[in-house]
């Protein structure tokens, strides 16, 4: 169904990067952050100021998990530990969720200068899904996610939406884990064999991956092919649109 095997029967969706074009956004909200928190650091210490790389401290530590792991695990790459602090801290506050806090800030500061813009393949293929009566769910671990939907035009059309509040109400782990997708498979009413998982970040792909579900596809919008098939990815395309194209049966590096 629309370049996926027949045994699927419900698609799950990442929402950053795959449905709309605001994973440049974190990315960069991600580096202003650290890179505050870094100079200051270094100033306090009297270390060097080595700066966030947007390239691959983004893609190792933070995309596609949840926000406050995102902070712990980039913080672990610099051996600096930070106390935990409370869900109110003020962004900047030096503990996890003040950073976090100032992330949050500045990735919504950025969306409201910018806006959202959707993937126009991958708007298109959720329509042709929607008319198609085919259960969508949107799994996203951005608890601005249906904020971000609206403003990219997707209102209306996602069954279920399975997103940060979602998974801190449900108690469900982030990405890599494969909670949040099988929690929206569960509320489409289909088991993982039959559901497919639509991710750009590798920390997804792996959570497709390990939650067995039928068919994992790999979104490449930076160059990351080949780490998106090592994590998982039984195919991996360049665009949503790929998909609907006869021409297109197969992974370009499928020599088959």
Not at 32 to 45: C, V
Not at 110 to 122: D, F, T
Not at 179 to 203: I, M, Q
Request: glycine residues 10%; charged residues 25%.
């Amino acid at each position: 169904m629309l370049g996926l095997p027949d045994s699927i029967h419900a698609f799950l969706f990442d929402l950053d990067g795959v449905l709309t074009q605001t994973a440049k956004v974190h990315d960069a909200a991600w580096k202003d952050t650290f890179d505050r928190f870094l100079r200051a650091e270094a100033a306090r210490t009297g270390t060097p100021f080595v700066p966030f790389d947007a390239g691959a401290d983004y893609d190792t530590y933070v995309d596609g998990r949840p926000r406050l792991d995102g902070t712990r695990g980039f913080l672990a790459s610099r051996d600096i530990t930070l106390p935990e602090g409370d869900p109110d801290d003020p962004p900047g506050t030096r503990t996890v969720y003040g950073l976090s806090n100032e992330k949050n800030d500045t990735v919504l500061r950025m969306i409201r200068e910018q806006g959202v813009e959707p993937y126009a393949g991958s708007l298109d293929y959720v329509r042709k899904l929607q008319a198609l009566d085919v259960p969508r769910a949107v799994v996203s671990s951005s608890a601005n996610c249906r904020d971000v939907l609206h403003a990219a035009g997707y209102d209306g059309l996602f069954d279920v939406i399975v997103d940060g509040i979602v998974a801190h109400d449900e108690n469900l782990p982030g990405k890599p884990a494969p909670d949040t997708f099988l929690a929206a498979a569960r509320k489409l009413g289909y088991p993982p064999a039959e559901a497919a998982v639509f991710e750009d970040a590798l920390a997804g792909v792996a959570a497709g991956r390990a939650g067995d579900f039928g068919y994992v596809v790999g979104v490449d919008r930076v160059g990351q092919a080949d780490a998106l098939r090592k994590h998982g990815a039984d195919i991996v395309v360049t665009d949503l649109a790929d998909l609907l194209d006869p021409r297109h049966p197969h992974d370009p590096e499928d020599p088959s």
